[in-house]
């Protein structure tokens, strides 16, 4: 907890707590970015699942930069609210269930991205069973990083380290 | 006002929404929602601005319709929050304005349909769009970030402390 406390006392966390704008402005590029790396997420894997069939599938990387600047806009302004209440996420066991979903879909995506998604053969028509699978899964731990993301403002214990009684 | 409180207390609405997980529950829809109409609707318009030439546009407008299920999602997710707490959108700048881009987006789908979908969907895997479909998209893109931008603002405001200046 100290070490909280350190860095809720920094005089960047205090100026991202007080100052309207620069919280506002970290939860709007948050929302933003998060909509387009769950929305690049959803086509990707409706295409593996076999909506849009006549997508060749391979070429769906193409929309990677997309979720590149996407996921950079995302840990960054995450980064900013968690310095703004540090105490509040990092001790809500609900923020380390979004990091895992996060992680965990980024990894189904990193392998997807090494197997049908670079073979040109998939590229027609539905893709493997285990890709399925994969694509399914992910799109599940997606609408688990977004359902615990919003309960994040509403089950944290400690708002701030310093304020506890 | 009073009519839509009115609904919402009738039709249990307003009860579901001041339950225990209510309100944010439909938050999450809500963002679910978002998500699909990006990930659809937004991925087509940046193919239509360039992005991801080699993917014929009328393939990847197949995935239009999820958008669209999103869309009505929110529509009806959006309407539990206004009917439940209507004081707290009616006279919220944020919520006005989001309306107006979602009637300038509604208003563009329209033009686009009528006027640009023929050339979009005949065009090659590697084809550019034409002018006016490029500019339909950046519209409807524009118009659905700042939706997004005013839904995470109407917190910012709460009336009746900041009425809006032009009502």
């Known amino acids: 907890m100290d070490y909280l406390l350190w860095l809720e006392e920094t005089p960047f966390s205090t100026w991202m707590r007080e100052s309207g704008p620069a919280f506002f402005s970290s939860l709007i590029f948050h929302s933003i970015g998060m909509g387009f790396v769950v929305g690049v997420h959803v086509a990707i894997n409706l295409r593996i699942l076999g909506v849009a069939p006549r997508i060749p599938l391979s070429l769906m990387r193409r929309f990677f930069p997309v979720l590149w600047v996407g996921l950079v806009v ?70 688990g990083a977004v359902t615990s993301g919003r309960l994040l403002a509403y089950t944290y214990n400690i708002l701030m380290a310093s304020h506890q009684y | 006002m009073e009519a839509l409180l009115d609904f919402s207390q009738r039709t249990g609405i307003y009860d579901f929404m001041n339950s225990a997980w209510g309100w944010p529950a439909v938050e999450t829809l809500h963002f679910l929602g978002l998500s699909l109409l990006i990930g659809t609707v937004g991925l087509f318009d940046l193919r239509m601005l360039g992005l991801a030439k080699g993917i014929p546009m009328s393939a990847l407008h197949r995935l239009v319709p999820w958008g669209i299920a999103g869309y009505a999602l929110n529509v009806m997710t959006g309407f539990m929050f206004v009917s439940s707490a209507p004081d707290q959108y009616l006279f919220n700048p944020a919520f006005q304005t989001k309306l107006a881009l979602m009637a300038i987006a509604g208003i563009n789908v329209l033009v686009f349909y009528r006027f640009q979908f023929d050339p979009v969907k005949r065009a090659g895997a590697g084809a550019s769009a034409p002018r006016g479909a490029k500019v339909a998209a950046a519209v409807s893109l524009g118009c659905w970030i700042g939706v997004i931008v005013c839904g995470r603002l109407i917190t910012y405001y709460r009336p009746p402390y900041y009425w809006c200046f032009w009502c």
Request: hydrophobic residues 55%; glycine residues 8%.
């Open chain 1, 74 to 143: 995302v840990f960054l302004s995450g980064a900013l609210l968690l310095i703004a209440y540090p105490a509040k996420a990092l001790t809500n066991p609900v923020f380390y269930l979004k990091l895992t979903a996060v992680l965990g879909a980024l990894f189904i995506t990193r392998s997807l991205a090494k197997g049908v998604l670079q073979d040109p053969g998939y590229d027609a028509g539905r893709a493997p069973r285990g890709a399925r699978v994969l694509a399914a899964l992910s799109l599940m731990l997606w609408a």
